[in-house]
């Protein structure tokens, strides 16, 4: 039976993540991608919310924040862990892509689908006006408790 570990990415900073959610006892590793930061320039307060983002998603739970190259920290997190099978949200992002491909060279990969905000079918609209009037009450909708915090007893 694999030992699976959840990848956590800067487009899956949630407690909700659906990696995390199908893998609620395994451990789990964010990684800030050191190519990326040197080239992206982030400020200090758009690294101080990921971070913070980060450490509220994985709160709980085993688990490391990491910096450096992605894929080398998450097969090294990987073999620290027994995990012979990286669990990780979806994402469009190219580089995500390029990771999976390489990532899976080594372990296995399952790439898990968060929930749609919205039911979207009908063609890419030309202007957000026309698609926000379609889908604003559907996406406005509370889909479920919230967390703890905000929950009226």
């Known amino acids: ?25 395994a451990p789990a590793v964010f990684v800030f ?4 930061l040197k080239q992206a320039r982030l400020s200090f307060k758009r690294l101080m919310f990921i971070y913070e983002s980060a450490i509220e998603a994985l709160e709980g739970r085993t688990h490391e924040l990491r910096r450096g190259v992605v894929v ?8 620290a862990h027994g995990g012979d099978e990286v669990h990780v949200s979806a994402s469009v992002s190219p580089r995500f892509a390029t990771y999976l491909g390489l990532l899976r060279g080594n372990v296995r990969v399952v790439v898990h689908s968060p ?10 609209p030309r202007r957000f006006s026309h698609f926000w009037r379609k889908v604003e009450a559907e996406a406005l909708r509370p889909t479920g ?9």
């Open 145 to 153: 408790d919230g967390p703890p915090e905000l929950r009226e007893e």
């Open 72 to 79: 080398d920290e998450v097969l090294d997190f990987c073999r």
């Open 115 to 124: 929930p749609p905000l919205v039911g979207w079918s009908d063609a890419a």
């Open 33 to 36: 991608d050191e190519p990326l």
């Open 1 to 25: 039976m694999p030992t699976p570990i959840v990848w956590l990415h800067g487009d899956s900073l949630s407690p909700y993540d659906a990696a995390l959610v199908a893998h609620p006892a």
